[in-house]
C-alpha cells in the first residue's frame, strides 16, 4: 500500500507540476552517467562551467577560445557561430542564435548561460590607477555543509580509545568548509584563492592551522603576444589529450556528434580539488599563425609509497583518518614540456612534448596480470602531433602520440553535414596495450588511453521541424587483460534517443540505451569463475515544460535491466522538478523529490539534481527509498547572494546507511549546504 501511494504521488507530480528547462547541468549529468567517468574530471567541468555562467561572454566579442571552453559545443558548431558573427555583427538579439547554421535547440539552450548581447567595450589606452581601480571586480565565497545525523568516523568516544583504534575514528568534525576570493580586470588579469576543509579534516590544531588545502593562480591574459601566463594552479589540454591533458575529456552523451577533445591550451584552476591541477607556470606566446607553450610543475601529491618506491597515488583528497595523514605529500613528481601550434583558417598543425620524473622514487604498482604493462620506472616521456581540417560541413581531427619506449596511441575523427537535416561522426581510435601517459585523457570507454581500440559512429537527423533522433554505436576492445577480466575482451556501446518539441514551452525525449561488455562471473550451475558477458538496458523518459519565463518542471523516469550469466534484475525511478525564478532574479527556488526501487547495485538509480555554487551533486541509489531536496537562492542585495539547500534521503528497506566510518545508524540521511557570496 505504501509503495501504491508513493507511486500515485510522484504520478501526480509529473502531470499536475509541469518541468525544468533543459540546461547544459544536462550535459554533465550524462556524462556522470558513464561508469568509467572520473568523478574529478566531471566536477572540474562543473567548477569552470559554473564561473562561466556567472561571468558571462559578450557574444560581440566571443572568440574560438572562449567557445572551446564550452564541452558541448561541436568544432563545427563553434566555426558557424564565429562565421555568423563575423557576417551580420553586431548581433542585436540573443535570438538570432537560431539562425546559425547546426544550431539546434537544445545546443542554443545549453549556450544561453553562457553569452549575452552587450555593446563592445575597449580598454584605456594608458590606463590610470583610477580606471584600473574601476574596472577590477572582486567575488569572494564561504561555503559549508554537513550531514546531520551522526556517522560512525565521529562518535564520541575516550582518548583512549582513539589511541587504540586511531583509523576508527575522523579527526577532525564533521563541517566541510570552502573558501574562495577571485580578482578579475577585464579578463586580462585574474588572481584567485581558494582554500578547503572536506568533513573529517582538522581545521585549527598544533599541526594544522586553517584549511586542508590551499590553491592560488595569477593569471595574465592577451597582452601583446602574450596569450596566456599563469603562475600556481593551472590545467593543461593539447590535440586530442593523447599526451596531455589533465581537465576533462569527452565522453558518449546522446550529443552523439560531440566526441572532439577542445585543444584549450592553458587555464587556471581556481577549484577546490588536490589532486588534479599541475603547480608551477605556464605560458603561450602567440605570433600571427603560431603559438607556442612552456609549462613547468613541481608536485607533492598523495601516494602509498615508502622511502624507495610509489605504489600507487591517492587522488580521493580526503586526510581524516591516520592512514590518510600518512599517505599526505608523499611523493614527487615534476613536470616540463612544450607545445608548438600552428592555426590557419581550415587548418590547424601542433606537437606536444612532455616530461615527467618522480623525483628520488620509482613507480611499481603491484605486480599483478591486468597491470603488467602500467606505467612504471623514475621517469617518463610522451610526444604527439595534432592536426585538424575544416572546410564549411567538413571537419578531419585527431592526434598520434608515442612513449619514451615507442609505444603508439592514435585517434581519428570524421565529422560531416551531406544535408542541413542530417549529420554524421565516426571515429577510431587505437591505444596499445602498453602505451603509457600519465596525465592523458582522451576519447574512449575505459578511464585511461591504454589497452583499447574502437570505432565509433555518431548520427543525428532532424525531420518534421519538431523531432530530432540522435544515436550512436561504439564497438570497442581491450588486447589484454583489465581489472576483473581475466582475458581479452570486447564489448558494445548503442545509445537512440528521440527528441520531440511540441511547442517553444514544451520538449518530450525517449532514451534507450544498451551495453554489453564481459567479466569475471561464476558460470551458471557451477563454482568455476570464466569470462563472461554481461548487459545493461537502460530507458528514459523526459518531460520538461516552461510555462513561462518564472516557472520550469521536469518529470524524468528511468529504468535499467541487468543481465549477467546468473540472472536478470530491474531498478526504476521517478523523479519530479520544480523552478521557480522571478523576475529579476532576486529569488530563485528549485525543489525536487525521486522514488526509486533498486534491488543491487547492479540496477542502481543515478540523479542528477542542483546545488549551491561551486557544488556538484550527482549521487547513485539502490535499495528503495525517496529522495528529496530544497534549494533557496536569494539574492539579497546586488553583491550579496545567499544559497541555502536541505536534502535528505529515506530508505525502505534497510536500518542502516552506508558502511565503515560513514556509516549511519537508521533509514535518514540528511544534508544541509550553505553558501554566502560577496561580489564588489
Not at 81 to 88: A, D, F, K
Not at 242 to 261: D, E, H, P
Request: hydrophobic share 35%.
Amino acid at each position: 500500500m505504501r509503495r501504491l501511494l508513493i507511486i500515485i504521488a510522484v504520478s501526480f507530480f509529473s502531470t499536475v507540476l509541469p518541468a525544468q528547462n533543459s540546461s547544459w547541468m544536462h550535459y554533465l549529468e550524462e556524462l556522470a552517467e558513464n561508469d568509467d567517468t572520473n568523478g574529478d574530471y566531471i566536477e572540474n567541468l562543473y567548477e569552470e562551467l559554473s564561473y562561466l555562467s556567472e561571468h558571462p561572454f559578450n557574444i560581440q566579442t566571443l572568440d574560438k577560445h572562449d567557445l572551446e571552453r564550452l564541452p558541448f559545443l561541436t568544432a563545427t558548431q563553434i566555426e558557424n557561430l564565429l562565421y555568423y558573427i563575423y557576417r551580420y555583427s553586431p548581433i542585436v538579439d540573443i535570438h538570432e542564435l537560431k539562425n546559425v547554421e547546426d544550431f539546434d535547440r537544445q545546443t542554443i539552450e545549453y549556450l544561453l548561460p553562457f553569452i549575452y548581447v552587450g555593446k563592445t567595450e575597449f580598454l584605456p589606452d594608458k590606463p590610470t590607477a583610477k580606471n584600473i581601480w574601476k574596472l577590477i571586480k572582486h567575488e569572494t565565497s564561504l561555503g559549508t555543509n554537513f550531514t546531520v545525523q551522526e556517522k560512525a568516523g565521529y562518535k564520541k568516544v575516550s582518548q583512549e580509545e582513539k589511541s587504540l583504534h586511531p583509523n576508527r575514528y575522523y579527526l577532525g568534525s564533521s563541517q566541510a568548509l570552502s573558501f574562495r576570493y577571485n580578482l578579475n580586470y577585464k579578463d586580462k588579469i585574474q588572481f584567485g584563492l581558494t582554500g578547503k576543509k572536506n568533513a573529517g579534516e582538522i581545521f585549527w590544531s598544533e599541526q594544522q592551522k586553517g584549511f586542508e588545502h590551499y590553491a592560488v593562480s595569477l593569471t595574465f591574459k592577451d597582452l601583446g603576444n602574450l596569450k596566456t601566463l599563469v603562475f600556481g594552479n593551472y590545467h593543461l589540454s593539447f590535440g586530442e589529450g593523447l599526451v596531455m591533458n589533465n581537465f576533462f575529456s569527452m565522453g558518449k552523451t546522446s550529443n552523439a556528434l560531440n566526441i572532439n577533445q577542445k585543444n584549450t591550451g592553458i587555464r587556471r584552476d581556481a577549484s577546490a580539488n588536490e589532486s588534479r591541477s599541475f603547480n608551477g607556470v605556464a605560458g603561450t606566446l602567440k605570433f600571427n599563425k603560431l603559438e607556442a607553450s612552456l609549462f613547468f610543475s613541481y608536485r607533492r601529491p598523495d601516494a602509498t609509497a615508502d622511502s624507495s618506491t610509489i605504489r600507487s597515488f591517492k587522488t580521493d583528497d580526503y586526510h581524516r583518518t591516520i592512514n590518510d595523514i600518512q599517505k599526505k605529500n608523499n611523493s614527487e613528481v615534476n613536470l616540463a614540456g612544450t607545445n608548438i601550434q600552428w592555426k590557419s583558417e581550415y587548418l590547424s598543425v601542433g606537437a606536444t612534448v612532455a616530461y615527467y620524473s618522480f623525483g628520488y622514487k620509482e613507480l611499481n604498482p603491484k605486480l599483478k596480470p591486468y597491470n603488467l604493462y602500467y606505467l612504471r620506472g623514475r621517469e617518463h616521456a610522451n610526444a604527439g602531433i595534432n592536426y585538424s581540417f575544416y572546410r564549411r560541413n567538413f571537419m578531419f581531427q585527431g592526434e598520434t602520440a608515442m612513449d619514451k619506449s615507442g609505444k603508439m596511441a592514435s585517434i581519428n575523427n570524421l565529422s560531416f553535414t551531406p544535408a542541413s537535416f542530417i549529420s554524421w561522426t565516426l571515429s577510431y581510435r587505437y591505444y596499445m596495450k602498453d602505451y603509457n601517459a600519465l596525465y592523458s585523457k582522451a576519447f574512449s570507454e575505459s578511464s585511461t588511453v591504454q589497452n583499447e581500440s574502437g570505432l565509433y559512429c555518431g548520427m543525428k537527423l532532424r525531420f518534421l521541424r519538431r523531432l530530432e533522433l540522435a544515436g550512436y554505436w561504439d564497438y570497442f576492445s581491450f588486447p589484454w587483460l583489465k581489472h576483473e577480466i581475466d582475458a581479452p575482451s570486447s564489448g558494445n556501446d548503442f545509445l537512440a534517443q528521440l527528441s520531440y518539441n511540441t511547442s517553444q514551452n514544451i520538449q518530450m525525449s525517449v532514451r534507450y540505451r544498451w551495453k554489453e561488455k564481459y567479466k569475471n562471473q561464476l558460470a551458471e550451475n557451477t563454482y568455476e569463475t570464466a569470462v563472461l558477458p554481461y548487459s545493461q538496458h537502460l530507458w528514459r523518459y523526459v518531460f520538461d515544460y516552461k510555462p513561462n519565463e518564472f516557472l520550469a518542471f521536469k518529470t524524468q523516469f528511468d529504468c535499467k535491466l541487468f543481465k549477467d550469466a546468473t540472472a536478470g534484475r530491474t531498478g526504476w525511478g521517478a523523479t519530479q522538478t520544480f523552478s521557480l525564478n522571478p523576475e529579476h532574479n532576486k529569488f530563485q527556488l528549485n525543489a525536487g523529490i525521486a522514488y526509486f526501487s533498486s534491488p543491487e547495485w547492479d540496477t542502481r538509480i543515478s540523479l542528477y539534481e542542483k546545488n549551491v555554487l561551486h557544488a556538484f551533486t550527482f549521487s547513485t541509489y539502490y535499495g528503495e527509498g525517496l529522495r528529496y531536496y530544497a534549494l533557496i537562492k536569494w539574492k539579497i542585495a546586488r553583491p550579496l547572494t545567499v544559497y541555502l539547500k536541505a536534502a535528505s534521503t529515506h530508505y525502505f528497506d534497510r536500518d542502516a546507511i552506508s558502511s565503515g566510518l560513514e556509516r549511519i545508524e537508521g533509514k535518514e540521511k540528511s544534508d544541509i549546504y550553505f553558501l554566502v557570496k560577496y561580489r564588489f
